[in-house]
Nanobody, 123 residues
Framework: QLQLVESGGDLVQPGGSLRLSCATS????????IGWFRQAPGKEREGVSC????????YYADSVKGRFTISRDNAKNTVYLQMNSLKPEDTAVYYC????????????????WGQGTQVTVSS
């Protein structure tokens, strides 16, 4: 069972930056595809960015391309989401999720989910 813990959510002004972290302690995150998903009030959950366990290939939603960067630090057993040039429409609960099965990157069928961290972009 993969247990994921997110951190780094906060209140930030438009144009600001945040870095979200996703960590686990009982296994190696390198064994899993890991992704960041978000859900805003009244909206469906969407895949934001994901990274492959096979070759570290990545996926980004069109709405975040050029602003967000996903990365792994295997020594720290952590996956990060660096978010720059934040916009009010980025406001959401951000979830870290993972799978060890051969699913498409950022598939909503990821098997393991964290509890989420709130990101609010507002002046």
């Amino acid at each position: 069972q993969l247990q994921l813990v997110e951190s780094g959510g906060d209140l930030v002004q438009p144009g600001g930056s945040l870095r979200l972290s996703c960590a686990t302690s009982r296994t190696r995150l390198a064994y899993y595809d890991i992704g960041w998903f978000r859900q805003a009030p009244g909206k469906e959950r969407e895949g934001v960015s994901c990274i492959s366990r096979i070759d570290d290939s990545t996926y980004y939603a069109d709405s975040v391309k050029g602003r967000f960067t996903i990365s792994r630090d295997n020594a720290k057993n952590t996956v990060y989401l660096q978010m720059n040039s934040l916009k009010p429409e980025d406001t959401a609960v951000y979830y870290c999720a993972g799978t060890a099965l051969p699913r498409p990157l950022c598939s909503p069928q990821y098997d393991y989910w964290g509890q989420g961290t709130q990101v609010t972009v507002s002046s």
